[in-house]
């Protein structure tokens, strides 16, 4: 069975660093870009960004370019979300998902989503 | 960037009925690239719709989706409880981008 199953809630402060993950497994993790998708309390879904695991290209929306850092570890089949500094404003539910075929497709599959509170 | 606009914003209808939801892009999009979600309260989006009219694994048939330039539908031919829900296009063409989402609600 295709999975990905996404790491637990955070809450942290303004400022904080935080690292979020997703497992994939159930397919080939190097074969399929993975992309993450951002949904503000009470609004719709916002593209961050994607990365192909098998060689790391990464591209990012120009909203996030900058703002966060996508990363994977093919070794464990794990993506990552990073943030050096959060702010109240990345409070939101984050889902990362796997692209249907080539790096511009379709989400096919998806994580549970993790929930990031950022708060003082 | 494309922008994508859905209407209607909410859609109110009877299981049963055909419901018939839009999605206008800002310029046109390949129909390759256009796919469509539905995402119920407190789960993940789920992909219905890829390539404009191509049905996702595991969907029923009575989901279609059509459309090609800047205009796009979702149609679903007979409303069952389970798909009061929320619906977004997106298009996945180079910046992708979704729509604001359409609100399927029962009358």
């Known amino acids: 069975e295709v999975q990905l199953v996404q790491s637990g809630a955070e809450v942290k402060k303004p400022g904080e660093s935080l690292k979020i993950s997703c497992k994939g497994s159930?397919?080939?993790?190097?074969?399929?870009?993975i992309g993450w998708v951002r949904q503000m309390p009470g609004k719709g879904l916002e593209w961050m960004g994607i990365?192909?695991?098998?060689?790391?290209?990464?591209t990012y929306s120009p909203s996030f370019q900058g703002q966060v850092t996508i990363s994977a570890d093919k070794s464990i089949s794990t993506a990552y979300m990073q943030w050096s500094s959060l702010k109240a404003s990345d409070t939101a539910i984050y889902y990362c998902?796997?692209?249907?075929?080539?790096?511009?497709?379709?989400?096919?599959?998806w994580g549970q989503g993790t929930m990031v509170i950022v708060s003082s | 960037e494309i922008v994508l606009t859905q209407s209607p914003g909410t859609l109110s209808l009877s299981p049963g009925e055909r419901a018939t939801l839009s999605c206008r892009a800002s310029?046109?999009?390949?129909?390759?690239?256009l796919a469509w979600y539905q995402q119920k309260p407190g789960q993940a989006p789920r992909l219905l719709i890829y390539?404009?009219?191509s049905g996702a694994t595991g969907i029923p048939d009575r989901f279609s989706g059509s459309g090609s330039g800047t205009d796009f539908t979702l149609t679903i031919s007979r409303l069952e409880p389970e798909d009061f829900a929320m619906y977004y296009c997106?298009?996945?063409?180079?910046?992708?981008?979704f729509g604001q989402g359409t609100r399927l609600e029962i009358k």
């Open positions: 997106q298009q996945y063409g180079g910046s992708p981008s």
């Open positions: 310029q046109s999009v390949s129909s390759t690239y």
């Open positions: 159930g397919y080939s993790f190097t074969s399929h870009w």
């Open positions: 998902g796997r692209l249907r075929s080539s790096r511009w497709s379709a989400f096919d599959m």
């Open positions: 390539g404009a009219s």
């Open positions: 990365m192909y695991p098998g060689d790391s290209d990464t």
